[in-house]
């Protein structure tokens, strides 16, 4: 402290008014390091404009860019039972709790909507990775098995759009019991004869991976996202060994056959319409077209083939 | 014989009497006597610390390895038994052992972790840590018996899904997802024992049954103690308190509506007389095959899907 920080400063600053000033209107790109303008980030749907690294985004930010014209209606989750095991670590888990939900401003790390994509109908749930990792707790099940109902009810297509590290340790056995729940869930809706499609965005890992979100009929991923079952650091301590570079990435699993594609998020919108149009049978902007029932006769088939 | 941490003034006792044993050919009556006198002792003593067992010291009699394995129960209780390998896409995955045989007379479909019981054994099963082939030959096995209407029955012991790149690169999470859809979707009987360890993605892969034991001293985890330890108390020795926090117990998986029915372990747990805990959980199998039999198998899958969408229900008081 001296004369200059304790009196001329404030005095200074008094003179003229004083102006909230928000600290995240840079991010840095966690490849290439850029600083990036948040308005920036946000027209270019968070991809660094630089390195072409996709970004972790916003649920919101998400379903502004899925939904067409960015209309949807988000749709409340029912509240189930918080803290069945009383779990403490070095912090309470409902603390914990409190402060993802002060953070977020959400309940828990999935959230809900439907609209329409491509003008096919559509429910999404997508996972907040800033809750808790995304993590899968009763909440999160609660969520995915809402948004299967609401697609059964609606007639509708389900995208689920994860970003998790899996299942969520302080709900305990009932954490890993939501790998059964959910994928009851999501079998409902393809027996129903819905499209079932998976978003796999950077991370998606362990339990929420080895249950619905490798059971869609289409996976599509976004460059460079992580998914995999085993995390990269226990892999390495079992088999003491670097793993090899691009290892559980998109790409990789694009190359071993998991995933149907890897999409760059400018593209994602119209490649969800484009192949939930086909799917649903519809046109381009989401008309039904006719099916059609009596074959001409030119497609009957040959005899003896 | 491999005693635990725990059981060390067991075993002091247990040394006394083999040194007493080899005494006694010098004909002392008071040996005999003596001996007894200890035997009593070391039952008190063994009544008083499995009687009351703490999460972790269940942990560790769960993965003893004195404890009787898959292979131990399909050899005591399956008659004709026939092993199936293969996931026809790949390999032979001897982490998960299958294959038909006949439990008190009904055929049957047994599929079942084995960790193995000496080191060529363990290396040759993984240490019971299946790789994508093994969870696929599981879901193999699970649609045969779908298709012959044969019960299937599974033994759960695992410490979990094996981590590695192989298993990475050939869809370890899909092959897990897919066998619990499985096990979710047949219309046969589907019973699970957990007889060990439950360890976490790799065991639900197999346990998502109509009915589901668990043995007295058995543990059922989304993830392993130390494990949790490690990312919540960012320290391995916390082992033991998060062993305490998951409530990975079968008492307390039994309050939360996830398991069915606790099998009563012999005295000192299932390692010190697997003849009696085979034989124990061979009723308990017994009795619930017998029920689910006589449901109709559209019913047996509509009841066990919506056993799990209620999974979450019910919390611990």
Known sequence: ?305 | MNFLDFEKPIAELEGKIEELRHLSDSDEINIAEEINRLQVKVDRLLRASYGKLTPWQKTQVARHPDRPHASDYIERLVSDFTPLAGDRCFAEDKAILGGLGRFRGQSVMVIGHEKGRDTESRVRHNFGMARPEGYRKARRLMEMADHFSIPVITFVDTAGAYPGVDAEARGQAEAIARSIETCLDIRVPLLSVIIGEGGSGGAIALAAGNTILMLEHSIYSVISPEGCASILWRSGDAAKDAAEALHLTAQDLQRLAVIDDIVPEPLGGAHRNPELAITSVAEHMDRALKSLALVEGGVLRARRRDKFLEMGKIGLP
């Not at chain 1, 559509?122 to 969520?143: E, K, Y």
């Not at chain 1, 389900?158 to 709900?171: D, F, K, N, T, Y």
């Open chain 1, 1 to 305: 402290m001296n004369w200059l920080t304790n009196f001329v400063r404030p005095k200074i600053q008094s003179l003229v008014r004083p102006r909230e000033v928000p600290d995240n209107l840079w991010d840095k790109c966690p490849q290439c390091g850029h600083m990036i303008f948040h308005r920036d980030l946000a027209k270019t749907l968070w991809v660094c404009a630089h390195c072409d690294h996709h970004m972790r985004m916003s649920v919101k930010a998400r379903l502004d860019m899925l939904f067409d014209g960015a209309a949807y209606q988000r749709i409340e989750l029912p509240k189930g039972l918080v803290d069945p095991l009383k779990f403490r670590d070095s912090k309470r888990y409902t603390d914990r709790l409190k402060d993802s939900q002060a953070k977020t401003n959400e309940q828990d790390a999935v959230v809900v909507a439907h609209g329409r994509v491509g003008g096919v109908p559509v429910v999404v749930a997508a996972f907040n990775f800033a809750f808790m990792g995304g993590s899968m707790g009763i909440a999160v099940g609660d969520g995915i098995v809402a948004a299967a109902e609401l697609a059964v009810l609606q007639d509708a297509a389900l995208i689920v759009v994860p970003a998790s590290g899996g299942a969520r340790m302080q709900e305990g056995i009932l954490s890993l019991m939501q790998m059964a729940r959910t994928t009851v869930a999501v079998a409902k809706v393809r027996e129903k004869g819905l499209p079932f499609i998976v978003l796999l965005t950077d991370p998606t890992t362990g339990g929420v991976s080895a249950s619905f979100a490798m059971l869609g009929d289409i996976h599509i991923a976004e460059p460079g996202a992580v998914i995999g079952f085993a995390g990269a650091r226990v892999i390495e301590t079992t088999i003491r060994e670097k793993l090899p570079p691009g290892f559980q990435r998109a790409e990789y699993l694009l190359e071993n056959g998991m995933v149907d594609m890897v999409v760059h998020r400018h593209k994602l919108a119209e490649t969800l319409g484009r192949t939930l149009g086909l799917l649903r049978h519809r046109g381009a902007a989401g008309q039904l077209l006719p099916i059609a029932v009596d074959l001409p006769d030119s497609f009957e088939a040959e005899p003896g083939v």
